[in-house]
C-alpha cells in the first residue's frame, strides 16, 4: 500500500450488521410476518435463514478479524429476547452473552445496537411506534439487555436511525406498517425521541459507568436543487431540520421541539449521549415544487454525480466531512457507525470506502473526535425492503451454499486497519 493519510492511535475499524438482516429465523418479528403478506418486498424474497449468522456467527467474526477489524457493530432481536410482553426468554440472553463473547475472543471491541427497526408482533399488534407505552417497554427491554450482557459491551447504541421510522414507515409507507400519514409520522418521531431517552437512562443504571451510552442517527447532506432560489432553500432548511436537526436537539437540550412538541422539556433527555453514531449514504437536492425522492437521480445543471448502481444513491463523500464538522458542537466522541456501496462493481466499492475516509480523516484535523468508521455492511444481507437485490458485503455469499467470499474492497480495507492509514492515491 503507498504513503497514506495517519488514523489516530487506537482507531476503530469495523463493519457493521443487525441482527434480523443476517440471523435467519427471527418468526417473532413484525418484519417476520410483513414479508410474508406479500408485495411488501422488491424481489419478493424474505428474510428466511438469512445469512444463518444465528448460527455461524462465530465463523464470521473469524473472517471479520482475519480482515483485520478490531471493532465489530452488531445488533440484538428484541422479538428474541422479549417474545412475549414481560417474559425475558434466558437461552436468548445466552446467545448475545455468546455473541459477545466471540467478538471479543477474535479481538475486536463489540459495539452493540438494542433496537433495529424490528419489533416483537405483541408490541407490533398493540400498535409499535404509535403506542406511548413502547417508551416504558424498551425501558424495560434494555434494563434486561444491560444487566445480561454488562461488561461485555464496549459501546451501547440504543436506537439504530429513529428518524427512518417516522419517515419510511409513516410517510414514504415502505416500512412496516407502511403508511402515508405525516400526522401518525410525528406521534412516531416523539416516541422514538422519548424512547432513546428512557432506554439511555436505564442503560446508565446498570451497565458499568465506564461503558459509554449513544444514538445511531441516519443523517443526509440536505442543499437546495438551486442555490439561488429562496424557495428552494426554504425547503432544503425544513427537510434538514426535521431529518436531522430536530433529533440532535432533542437530545441536546432535551425538549420536544417542533414540528413534533412544543418545546416541552423531558426529563432525563437532556444530554443523553455519551457518544453519537453517524450512518451516512448520500446528499438530498431539494426542490420546493417536488416531493423527496432519494432513489432518483436528481443532478444540476453542469453538474455530473456518481450515483450507486443500485440503490440510486449520489455519491457525495464531502456531505460526510459537512456533516462530521457539523457535529463538532456536541462535544462528544463521534463514530461513523454505517456508510457503505450497494454494488458489484469492487473498483467502485473501494473509491467510495477511499473516499468517505479521506473525509473522516479531515473532519479530524478540523478538530473532531471522530474515534471509529463502521462500514456497511459485513456480508450481503437481507436488506429490508429491497430484499436480496442489493450488495453491500464486504463479503459476498453465495447463493444457496452460503459460503462467505471476501470481495476485493475487504482486502483493500484490511490493509487500511493494518497500516492505520489510507492510501494518498486514489484507487483505480
Same mark, same amino acid.
Given at each position: 500500500?503507498?504513503?497514506?493519510?495517519?488514523?489516530?492511535?487506537?482507531?476503530?475499524?469495523?463493519?457493521?450488521?443487525?441482527?434480523?438482516?443476517?440471523?435467519?429465523?427471527?418468526?417473532?418479528?413484525?418484519?417476520?410476518?410483513? =414479508?410474508?403478506?406479500?408485495?411488501?418486498?422488491?424481489? #419478493?424474497?424474505?428474510?428466511?435463514? *438469512?445469512? @444463518? !449468522? &444465528? +448460527?455461524?456467527?462465530?465463523?464470521?467474526?473469524?473472517?471479520?478479524?482475519?480482515?483485520?477489524?478490531?471493532?465489530?457493530?452488531?445488533?440484538? =432481536?428484541?422479538?428474541?429476547?422479549?417474545?412475549?410482553? #414481560?417474559?425475558?426468554?434466558?437461552? *436468548?440472553? @445466552? !446467545? &448475545? +452473552?455468546?455473541?459477545?463473547?466471540?467478538?471479543?475472543?477474535?479481538?475486536?471491541?463489540?459495539?452493540?445496537?438494542?433496537?433495529?427497526?424490528?419489533?416483537?408482533?405483541?408490541?407490533?399488534?398493540?400498535? #409499535?411506534?404509535?403506542?406511548?407505552?413502547?417508551? @416504558?417497554?424498551?425501558?424495560?427491554?434494555?434494563?434486561?439487555?444491560?444487566?445480561?450482557?454488562?461488561?461485555?459491551?464496549?459501546?451501547?447504541?440504543t436506537i439504530n436511525e429513529?428518524?427512518?421510522?417516522?419517515?419510511?414507515?409513516?410517510?414514504?409507507?415502505?416500512?412496516?406498517?407502511?403508511?402515508?400519514?405525516?400526522?401518525?409520522?410525528?406521534?412516531?418521531?416523539?416516541?422514538?425521541?422519548?424512547?432513546?431517552?428512557?432506554?439511555?437512562?436505564?442503560?446508565?443504571?446498570?451497565?458499568?459507568?465506564?461503558?459509554?451510552?449513544?444514538?445511531?442517527?441516519?443523517?443526509?447532506?440536505?442543499?437546495?436543487?438551486?442555490?439561488?432560489?429562496?424557495?428552494?432553500?426554504?425547503?432544503?432548511?425544513?427537510?434538514?431540520?426535521?431529518?436531522?436537526?430536530?433529533?440532535?436537539?432533542?437530545?441536546?437540550?432535551?425538549?420536544?421541539?417542533?414540528?413534533?412538541?412544543?418545546?416541552?422539556?423531558?426529563?432525563?433527555?437532556?444530554?443523553?449521549?455519551?457518544?453519537?453514531?453517524?450512518?451516512?449514504?448520500?446528499?438530498?437536492?431539494?426542490?420546493?415544487?417536488?416531493?423527496?425522492?432519494?432513489?432518483?437521480?436528481?443532478?444540476?445543471?453542469?453538474?455530473?454525480?456518481?450515483?450507486?448502481?443500485?440503490?440510486?444513491?449520489?455519491?457525495?463523500?464531502?456531505?460526510?466531512?459537512?456533516?462530521?464538522?457539523?457535529?463538532?458542537?456536541?462535544?462528544?466522541?463521534?463514530?461513523?457507525?454505517?456508510?457503505?456501496?450497494?454494488?458489484?462493481?469492487?473498483?467502485?466499492?473501494?473509491?467510495?470506502?477511499w473516499a468517505h475516509l479521506?473525509?473522516?480523516?479531515?473532519?479530524?484535523?478540523?478538530?473532531?473526535?471522530?474515534?471509529?468508521?463502521?462500514?456497511?455492511?459485513?456480508?450481503?444481507?437481507?436488506?429490508?425492503?429491497?430484499?436480496?437485490?442489493?450488495?453491500?458485503?464486504?463479503?459476498?455469499?453465495?447463493?444457496?451454499?452460503?459460503?462467505?467470499?471476501?470481495?476485493?474492497?475487504?482486502?483493500?480495507?484490511?490493509?487500511?486497519?493494518?497500516?492505520n492509514a489510507v492510501p494518498?492515491?486514489?484507487?483505480?
Amino acid at each position: 500500500m503507498s504513503a497514506g493519510r495517519p488514523f489516530p492511535a487506537g482507531f476503530l475499524f469495523g463493519a457493521a450488521t443487525s441482527a434480523h438482516q443476517v440471523e435467519g429465523g427471527n418468526v417473532n418479528s413484525n418484519w417476520w410476518h410483513w =414479508e410474508r403478506e406479500g408485495g411488501r418486498v422488491r424481489d #419478493g424474497g424474505v428474510s428466511g435463514i *438469512a445469512c @444463518d !449468522h &444465528y +448460527r455461524r456467527f462465530d465463523d464470521d467474526f473469524r473472517l471479520a478479524a482475519e480482515l483485520g477489524h478490531n471493532a465489530h457493530r452488531c445488533s440484538v =432481536e428484541w422479538a428474541r429476547i422479549e417474545p412475549e410482553e #414481560g417474559r425475558f426468554d434466558e437461552r *436468548a440472553l @445466552d !446467545h &448475545y +452473552r455468546a455473541v459477545c463473547d466471540s467478538i471479543h475472543r477474535h479481538g475486536m471491541r463489540a459495539t452493540v445496537t438494542l433496537h433495529h427497526f424490528t419489533h416483537p408482533m405483541w408490541v407490533a399488534r398493540a400498535g #409499535g411506534w404509535e403506542n406511548p407505552k413502547i417508551v @416504558d417497554w424498551l425501558a424495560r427491554y434494555a434494563e434486561r439487555v444491560g444487566r445480561a450482557l454488562g461488561g461485555r459491551v464496549d459501546v451501547w447504541w440504543t436506537i439504530n436511525e429513529p428518524m427512518v421510522a417516522p419517515v419510511v414507515a409513516y410517510v414514504l409507507g415502505l416500512h412496516p406498517p407502511a403508511v402515508k400519514d405525516p400526522a401518525r409520522a410525528l406521534v412516531v418521531a416523539r416516541h422514538t425521541l422519548l424512547a432513546h431517552g428512557a432506554m439511555y437512562g436505564a442503560l446508565k443504571a446498570v451497565v458499568p459507568s465506564t461503558v459509554p451510552v449513544g444514538i445511531v442517527h441516519n443523517m443526509i447532506r440536505v442543499e437546495p436543487f438551486d442555490p439561488a432560489s429562496e424557495a428552494d432553500r426554504d425547503a432544503a432548511r425544513a427537510q434538514d431540520r426535521f431529518l436531522n436537526q430536530w433529533y440532535l436537539d432533542g437530545i441536546t437540550t432535551g425538549r420536544v421541539g417542533a414540528p413534533v412538541g412544543r418545546d416541552e422539556e423531558v426529563p432525563g433527555l437532556a444530554g443523553s449521549f455519551d457518544v453519537f453514531g453517524i450512518n451516512y449514504y448520500f446528499r438530498s437536492l431539494v426542490r420546493s415544487d417536488a416531493m423527496p425522492d432519494f432513489s432518483t437521480h436528481v443532478r444540476r445543471p453542469g453538474e455530473r454525480p456518481e450515483f450507486t448502481d443500485e440503490m440510486g444513491w449520489e455519491v457525495h463523500p464531502p456531505g460526510l466531512g459537512h456533516l462530521l464538522r457539523r457535529l463538532k458542537a456536541l462535544a462528544k466522541p463521534v463514530y461513523v457507525t454505517e456508510n457503505g456501496h450497494a454494488t458489484l462493481d469492487e473498483a467502485a466499492r473501494t473509491r467510495h470506502l477511499w473516499a468517505h475516509l479521506h473525509q473522516v480523516l479531515d473532519a479530524v484535523a478540523d478538530g473532531v473526535d471522530v474515534r471509529g468508521f463502521f462500514y456497511w455492511s459485513l456480508i450481503d444481507n437481507f436488506e429490508w425492503a429491497e430484499g436480496w437485490t442489493r450488495h453491500f458485503g464486504l463479503v459476498a455469499m453465495e447463493p444457496g451454499t452460503l459460503a462467505r467470499r471476501p470481495r476485493p474492497a475487504a482486502t483493500w480495507y484490511r490493509d487500511v486497519i493494518r497500516a492505520n492509514a489510507v492510501p494518498i492515491s486514489r484507487p483505480a
